[in-house]
């Protein structure tokens, strides 16, 4: 299909060198930019995931953080037994 583009000057010269280079023929060179273009803005590569850390405080003596689960459960258990309490 024929269509009129209007391309900047550098455009067009970075597609004329990528055709003279790859010794392909213009159109193929604008195709292959466009569909290329397309499917990066169609499909954007994933950025990878960063955490960054943060302080939580100090560690409070008694309190044995090797054993975290144990320690989680612990709090769980008496907030629940809190809440029954205050239901009778």
Do not use: C, W
Not at 34 to 55: C, D, F, I, K
């Amino acid at each position: 299909m024929r269509t009129t583009l209007t391309l900047d000057d550098q455009v067009l010269a970075s597609l004329q060198e990528a055709a003279h280079r790859k010794g392909k023929p213009f159109k193929f060179i604008v195709n292959e930019a466009l569909r290329l273009g397309l499917q990066a803005l169609e499909h954007p590569q994933a950025q990878p995931y960063r955490l960054s850390g943060s302080a939580m405080g100090r560690v409070f003596p008694g309190f044995d953080l090797d054993k975290a689960l144990e320690l989680a459960e612990g709090i769980e258990d008496r907030a629940i037994a809190m809440k029954l309490e205050l239901r009778k």
